[in-house]
């Protein structure tokens, strides 16, 4: 708590200033070209009324109730008599008054303030604001017990009004400013009403606008009050911006005190305003006001010769990007129609948490067997009769490789397929040599893939999410190569290599409908590299869905899939010998394969509708991140035992947060160093 102010006069004494520093505080009186310059923050109230006395020389006398801190902030010097009134600003402000009683002043509670003579007893009849006075006002052409009612609502709990019937008087008891408010409507309503129909001139307010609030309280009453509730004609004339009334005297005089209530200027900005926008971005918006209300200009312009000014001129809307702003000028009924809209607009948007979930099931069975054969002279070397199918191996090259003159480098083992190879025969140097290779193979694979892409965006807007690899393609080469002799030399060989994304790839945009319904547009795709023999003939797999769906909040969906169960059989034989029973094995090659293939995609959203789900959902993946993260990490770093391995900090449960504050923020930050936790340190 402080409290502090500077004073700066002409001519001062140099003792004066001398104690003022010394003691410092401001024993001020007031004198010419005494200047204040009051800052006080959290200050005691009595502390504020003790500074002021000593400034104005004014005594005061505190009521026991009179507690509060007050804040006062001021950049320019100000004389002692603003410095009073400022203070009389502060004690309306904190609920209590101030009422002259001869040499002193008293502070009250403002509750008390009617009971209590008014400024209006002070010498010279000056008069503030914020003073407290009583005024009585004659009443010349209406009832004053008729305007009480009326008056009534204008005047705050601590004020006084009333009327006395015999003079036609009211007396009202209020502050300086509210009291010379009243006066001004009193005297716009205490006019002749010996026609049958007034005319009421409108300074700020639409009299289109009035007419049809009066309108719709004129037929409420009727309504409610039957044949015997008020008949009177409210209309307006555009041209002049007034407003017609015709009816009983009575019923005239409330509808004339409601219309001038409301033709009253705007509190704040005129006819131009600033709107500062929370969530919605203002240049966007401010194309789509300027082009909505692109026609009230012209016709407000059309009629600005007669209409006050209030409404003239065209509309402008323009955005502020920095502060994201909207800077607004239209007459009063646009202005208010543009506010409604944007307040409409203008409000938090529910985001939607997607759960993808892609599980792929694959079994892969095949089995294999085969006999091939070779007759022929020494060594095979001519081979007059044999058998070779596609996938089994040559019974020649095993030979050769096995009865070779020794010059070979080729080992008989790389010869052999797969599985199981069982040889036979007779191998000579001379006469008849033959060879049979019995091949057999089974397999059986597995594969279980399950991928879960999570997506989060706002309602209405396209989210996309790719994770996968690069990978290269090769569509061309082309070699420059030139010809010397029976050698050819190649120059500048080049290959040309198109890359494609291969893996997953989500995209969607939600929608979410009156009640917890979520409507999805959903395009999903999903890419893989299949095994190959080839270096450069690469073979993806492919597996997209492009839906739109209808799913509940926090409901799972299923959106499509694939169950597909393949089975393939292959027979190779050699003509007629291949066909006779048993001994028609020899002469056969058989291939059988089974791929059953199960896959299936689901879809869960979530709808993300305040910051307090948005953290919820945010830390329970961000917490089994970070249980991965000690489940698999080593303690220390390898080959440095002092460094501890980082993993993300931890961040406290969200619980249910108090009126008026937010959840708690995840930071992101590395862990400080030091932090080795393990598993159970959690």
Known sequence: MYNKYSVARGPLSAVLALLLCLSGTAQLHAATGTTITPNYKDA??????????????????????????????????????????????????????????????????????????????ESGGGQRPDDIVTRVIAVQNVAA??????????IPQYGHLAAHPPSNLLIISDRASNVDRMAHIISRIDQAADQDYEVIRLEHASATEIVKLVAALNQGAQQ????????????????????????????????????????????EGGDTQVRYLRYTNATDLATKLQSQYSGSGAQAAAGKDAAPPAQRGEIGI?????????????????????????????????????????VEVTSDRAAELGVTWAVGNANLDNAVGL?????????????????GDGTSTTSPASLVGDGLTLGI?????????????????????????????????????????????????VTGSYTNGSTGGTTTNTVNPFQTIQREQVGLSLKLTPQINEGDAVRLKIAQEISSLLPSSAAVDLITSNRSINTTVIVQDGATLVLGGLIQDQVSEKQQRVPILGRIPLLGALFRNNETTKTKTNLMVFIKPTILRDNVQAAFETNTKYNYIRDQQLLTRPRNVRLMPRTPRTVLPEIPAIEPPAAGTEPPVIDLREAPQGETGEPGDT
């Open 387 to 403: 058998t070779k199918f596609p996938g089994t191996t040559g019974v020649t090259g095993v030979a050769g490789a096995l009865l």
């Open 318 to 358: 323009w955005a502020d990007d920095s502060t994201n702003a909207l800077i607004i000028t239209a007459p009063p009924k646009i202005m208010k129609s543009m506010m409604a809209i944007i307040d409409k607009l203008d409000i938090r948007r529910a985001q939607v948490l997607v759960e993808a979930v892609i």
């Open 145 to 154: 017990a008729q305007l009480v009612p009326i008056l009534r609502p204008l």
């Open 425 to 473: 025969g007779r191998l000579r140097d001379s006469g008849v040599s033959f060879v049979a290779l019995l091949e057999a193979l089974e397999s059986d694979g597995t594969s279980n893939i399950i991928g879960t892409p999570v997506l989060v965006t706002l309602d209405n807007e396209e989210a996309e999410i790719k994770v996968g690899q690069e990978v290269p393609f």
């Open 224 to 267: 409610g009050e039957g044949a015997g509730g008020p008949r009177i004609t409210v209309v307006a004339d555009e041209r002049t911006n007034s407003v017609l009334i015709t009816g009983a005297t009575d019923d005239r005089l409330r509808y004339r005190a409601l219309i001038t209530h409301l033709d009253t200027p705007l509190e």
């Open 44 to 121: 005691d109230i009595r502390q504020v009324i003790e500074a002021v006395g000593e400034v104005t020389g004014k005594n005061f006398i505190l009521d026991p109730r009179v507690k509060a801190q007050v804040t006062m902030l001021s950049v320019a010097p100000m004389s002692p008599d603003a410095f009073y009134e400022a203070f009389l600003s502060i004690l309306s402000v904190y609920g209590f008054v101030a009422v002259p009683a001869g040499d002193v002043i008293k502070i009250l509670p403002d509750a008390n303030a009617r009971q209590m003579p008014g400024a209006e007893l």
